[in-house]
């Protein structure tokens, strides 16, 4: 019997589309970092040179590793709070750097 592909398989990675805004609120604390240095990658190389991490306001742990993360990365250029109608201090704004070949 060959296997259904539909079926579900829980060990199989989800495939997420990549926009301009990760919103934190379902990720397990202990994958933040892991998927923040990811989601990065693939909005950079998806052409977005401004996302939005939303992290929620909370006790401040989920916001402190995303701005460990974009403190470290060599292709943010800035980062911030987001402007308050986007979440205020509960959202991290940032600017990347173009990859190298769309750089003009």
Request: negative net charge; aromatic residues 8%; hydrophobic residues 40%.
């Amino acid at each position: 019997m060959e296997p259904d592909p539909d079926e579900y398989h829980p060990e199989d990675p989800v495939t997420l589309p990549i926009t301009d805004v990760f919103d934190l609120h379902t990720v397990p604390p202990r994958d933040v970092a892991a998927i923040v240095e990811e989601y990065l990658v693939e909005a950079r190389a998806n052409g977005f040179l401004h996302v939005r991490i939303i992290h929620g306001k909370g006790i401040g742990y989920q916001r402190e590793t995303v701005r460990k993360i974009l403190e470290r990365s060599d292709f943010v250029v800035s980062y911030g709070d987001a402007p308050a109608e986007a979440g205020g201090w509960g959202a991290t704004v940032a600017t990347l750097a173009p990859p190298a070949n769309q750089r003009s």
